[in-house]
């Protein structure tokens, strides 16, 4: 990157059909997709999922050509282009406008400021090169279950914070000790941005779960995807002191059977699920 012409990012377009929208959007967000942008309309809606330019480009396409390729759509990634920082700027700021995720906590860009009530939270983000701007279904869901769950002064585990916008909003809700953590290193020079611009003081901290240690914690923030935290579930409970509670976010609604069972397995008890399109978060508790 040149600084002085600022960051940079790939663009994929993707022609899919709408059934398999969901699906391609979560592969790209599991390659590394910090954002997506989606144009219903006609047999094939058109995809366009932006990446950090410091991802390797090839085995982004390489990877995402072999699952098109696996559920019948080959050639259906139409391009790759690359996105300077003022033509990205200009997207976003098209197209990222405030989001009332729930009556008391309100997402907005630093452009475009927003008159809060008493009881409200309005939690200051600029979208980078980390996912997480409110936008997405799985963050609101997310953050519905937040607004419902924290209990002031709470200790809080965000996982996969992204831009921190979780984290964050659990700070500004009164949550006590706040641990952000994410395995990019990237999304996480975002995520101190984000703190500093709300003033909300957070450890952060660079990797999965195995990087978090010593805390135990009252409720655990995880807006990831099925595949990663199947496997992640036993230390993720075991970071919760008893009652504590867990959201797990980024499930598609068809893995809400399979995951419920995997979180039963690992010795929690499901509390509620909440559902949007073809995203579903799940809320559970420690025995
Ligand atoms: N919390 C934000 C961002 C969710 S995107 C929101 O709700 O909008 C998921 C994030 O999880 C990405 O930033 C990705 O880098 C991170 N991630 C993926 N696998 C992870 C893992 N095993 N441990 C921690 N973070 C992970």
């Known amino acids: 990157m040149n600084p002085a012409e600022g960051p940079s990012w790939h663009c994929l377009t993707i022609a899919v059909p709408p059934a398999l929208a969901e699906v391609v959007s979560a592969w790209c967000f599991a390659l590394g997709s910090c954002g997506l942008q989606v144009e219903e ?30 559920i019948g759509l080959p050639g259906a990634r139409l391009g790759a282009d690359h996105i300077g920082f ?9 197209f990222f406008q405030p989001v009332w995720a729930t009556p008391r906590i309100i997402i907005h ?7 809060t009530g008493p009881d409200q939270v309005a939690v200051v983000i600029d979208p980078k090169m980390a996912f997480g701007t409110g936008g997405h279904e799985s ?9 419902q769950l924290l209990s002031p002064g709470d200790r809080c585990l965000d996982l996969g914070t992204g831009s921190g916008i979780l984290g964050i909003a659990a700070g500004l809700l009164g949550a006590g000790l706040l641990t952000l953590v994410d395995t990019d290193p990237l999304a996480l020079d975002n995520t101190r941005e984000n703190l500093e611009r709300n003033q909300v003081e957070a450890q ?12 135990e914690y009252d409720l655990v923030l995880a807006n990831i995807q099925s595949s990663v935290l199947v496997p992640i579930l036993a230390p993720v409970a075991q970071l919760l002191r008893a009652g504590g509670r867990v959201i797990f976010s980024g499930l ?6 399979v995951f419920a069972a995997a ?5 929690l008890q499901v509390l509620a699920v909440r559902r949007r399109t073809d995203w579903i978060a799940l809320a559970a508790q420690m025995g």
Do not use: K
């Open 41 to 70: 309309g006609g047999e094939r809606w058109r995809l366009q999922a932006y990446f950090a330019a410091e991802h390797e480009l090839t085995r982004i396409c390489q990877e995402l050509d072999e699952e098109l390729e696996g």
């Open 86 to 94: 003022e033509d990205w700027e200009q997207e976003w700021r098209r």
């Open 109 to 115: 860009p630093s452009w475009t400021p927003v008159t």
């Open 139 to 147: 963050t609101q869901l997310c953050l519905e279950f937040l607004d």
């Open 204 to 215: 952060v901290l660079q990797g999965s779960i195995d990087a978090v240690g010593g805390n």
């Open 252 to 257: 598609l609604a068809r893995e809400e059977e």
């Open 263 to 267: 979180v039963v397995a690992a010795g």
